[in-house]
């Protein structure tokens, strides 16, 4: 099974290449460009340095929320476009579920945090057990008060990952016991999360038609805020 992925759900872009489970090759940009201008360009190059084709493929995957609303569009609309064109499998995998990747050393829980803005962070809660993650919480949109409430009375290590890991860690850290920092390396968000997550899902028999993939905002945009508060 080989999966290509894309991550753009925040500032910094990549894109995966997996084979069963061994990573083959991953590229991460985090230069302030934007993901239309070089995301295609990072997937060709991968696949060519690879000696992989589009033939190749078994799926293509995608972070599909939430995060940053345009960065997701971008993410989806490559995903979809390459796996309609070669008859793929298009899958769309939770962007926190896939960041929860990068703590699946730690044992205990995985906090997963990425900056909403309007003093919100979008979050989801899985433990570690083994390698494995189960997952506590479905995604939401919280404030960083209901987050410190969801976690004070919890005894268990718990590790911060994503791009909002270190505003949550600042914040909370003083009043809720037992948090952890994880490496700047292992804080991102990665396509090589997204790979393991989309293999997983494809192990379980479930289809995966691009044509139903939508992105997950959780909630709604500026403009369509303003329009409903008229």
């Known amino acids: 099974m080989r999966i290509l992925a894309f991550e753009t759900s925040a500032k910094a872009a990549s894109v995966a290449l997996l084979d069963e489970e061994k990573l083959i090759g991953e590229y991460f940009q985090d230069c302030g460009q934007t993901h239309s201008r070089t995301l295609m360009k990072m997937a060709q190059d991968l696949l060519e340095n690879c000696a992989v084709t589009v033939d190749d493929l078994t799926a293509v995957a995608c972070a599909s929320g939430p995060g940053s609303f345009t960065g ?19 899958v769309g995998v939770s962007t926190l579920e896939a960041m929860a990747q990068q703590a699946c050393m730690f044992e205990g829980l995985v906090c997963c945090a990425m900056d909403a803005r309007r003093e919100q962070v979008y979050h989801a809660l899985f433990r570690c057990e083994g390698g494995v993650l189960t997952r506590l919480t479905d995604d939401c949109a919280i404030s960083l008060a209901e987050l410190e409430e969801s976690l004070k009375n919890v005894e ?75």
């Open 72 to 90: 997701v569009r971008i993410g989806v609309a490559a995903a979809k476009g390459m796996a309609w064109g070669a008859g793929l499998p298009c």
């Open 156 to 230: 268990e290590p718990k590790i911060m990952v994503g791009d909002g890991a270190a505003l949550c860690y600042n914040t909370l850290s003083e009043r809720v016991r037992g948090c952890v920092l994880a490496p700047t390396a292992l804080r991102q968000q990665r396509a090589s999360g997204v790979a393991l997550v989309a293999r997983r899902l494809l192990l379980t028999g479930a289809k995966f038609d691009g044509a139903e993939l939508i992105p997950n905002y959780l909630r709604l945009s500026q403009a369509e805020r303003e329009r409903m508060g008229r």
